[in-house]
């Protein structure tokens, strides 16, 4: 079972301000402000209800698999598919 949208997202905000690498390897990292999370590579956010639709389809290979879902997808990947994130959850 897939942990909730909550768990995951508190996770999420315990990584803020920490390293990450997309799937083609940039680095980045992030900050949030309420419910949206600002990579630092781009001047987006990205809404908490992007990772909870991506969280649905996840473990998947890449980016390309949520592009039709979600806003920001390589980034949405990127910290979903991390190991300090997903912690064996999928």
Same mark, same amino acid.
């Given at each position: ?5 909550e *768990?995951? %997202?508190a996770?999420?905000?315990a990584l803020?301000?920490?390293p990450?690498e997309?799937?083609t390897?940039? *680095?980045f990292?992030?900050?949030i /402000?309420?419910?949206v999370?600002?990579p ?10 992007e990772? /909870?639709?991506a ?9 390309? *698999?949520?592009?039709d879902l ?6 949405? %990947? /990127?910290?979903?598919a991390? *190991?300090r994130?997903?912690?064996?959850? %999928?």
């Amino acid at each position: 079972m897939k942990p909730s949208i909550e *768990a995951v %997202w508190a996770r999420i905000r315990a990584l803020e301000g920490e390293p990450f690498e997309t799937k083609t390897g940039k *680095a980045f990292t992030f900050e949030i /402000a309420g419910g949206v999370l600002h990579p630092s590579r781009t001047d987006y956010g990205i809404g908490r209800s992007e990772f /909870a639709k991506a969280v649905e389809r996840m473990p998947c290979d890449g980016p390309g *698999a949520i592009t039709d879902l979600v806003r920001g997808p390589s980034y949405v %990947w /990127a910290i979903l598919a991390d *190991a300090r994130v997903r912690r064996g959850d %999928w």
